[in-house]
């Protein structure tokens, strides 16, 4: 066979190409490698400005002042600080100053507690007292976000959103309306049913590898 019929040849021909692709895939994954990056949202913020108060054993009141403190970090200027609820219906919006919420599509679960204000490290939240007690009232279902407004700082070394949230927290006050969670229970039952259902799950498959143990021999 000559040499110029063997290299028509299909293997020839597509053992050197296959080579070339194995080398190229190599190459795009290395690189892709070196320079992935985590998607916005979930990169370790440089600069963290934890929530001091209030903690799950805050007394907060509607009609009252309450200071909400956090560490403040020197290089950010401008926070939010927004409450947040974990019910079915969304409460949050009636104990904003404003009685808003926070984004355009107007959820419920959230209300404006202060926009873009200062980072001092605490903040005055004037409470309003609702106007009906539909609400619910010693009930852990609460928490405080803050973000930061101008957190792109490539000079300190901060390119990820700096986010902080309170611990959950309750109302006190007359609030007669049962706090539901998206599941539609509270958010102690529900912890509590997951936790009773978990332990039921480990004691089934404990028992199934019993049994399992008990065939082989």
Same mark, same amino acid.
């Given at each position: ?13 597509? *053992? ?5 692709? @194995?080398?190229? @895939? ?12 985590? /998607? ?15 903690? *799950? ?7 009252? =002042?309450?200071?909400? =403190?956090?560490?403040?970090? =020197? ?17 949050? !919006? ?9 984004? !355009?599509?107007?959820? /419920? ?16 939240? @004037?409470?309003?007292?609702?106007? =009906? ?8 279902? &609460? ?21 902080? &949230?309170?611990?959950? &927290? ?33 004691? *089934? ?6 049994? !399992?143990?008990?065939?082989? !021999?």
């Amino acid at each position: 066979m000559s040499a110029a019929a063997w290299l028509l040849r299909p293997k020839a021909l597509l *053992a050197p190409w296959c080579l070339v692709l @194995v080398l190229l @895939v190599a190459i795009l994954a290395d690189a892709s490698s070196n320079f992935h990056h985590p /998607p916005p949202g979930t990169q370790s913020f440089a600069f963290p400005q934890p929530i001091i108060q209030p903690t *799950a054993s805050s007394t907060i009141s509607p009609g009252a =002042t309450f200071t909400v =403190t956090w560490n403040a970090s =020197t290089h950010f200027s401008n926070i939010t600080l927004e409450l947040w609820d974990n019910t079915t219906i969304g409460y949050s !919006r009636l104990f904003s100053p404003t009685l808003s919420s926070c984004y !355009r599509w107007n959820p /419920p679960y959230c209300g404006n507690i202060a926009v873009n204000v200062a980072n001092t490290g605490s903040y005055d939240w @004037v409470i309003p007292t609702p106007s =009906t007690d539909d609400w619910p009232s010693k009930q852990s279902v &609460f928490r405080i976000k803050m973000y930061v407004i101008d957190y792109w700082k490539p000079d300190v070394g901060n390119l990820a959103p700096v986010l902080s &949230f309170s611990d959950w &927290f309750a109302f006190s006050g007359n609030g007669k309306a049962a706090a539901q969670d998206e599941g539609g229970a509270s958010a102690k039952e529900s912890t509590s049913e997951t936790k009773n259902e978990t332990r039921s799950a480990d004691k *089934a498959a404990r028992s199934a590898h019993s049994k !399992r143990l008990l065939w082989k !021999r």
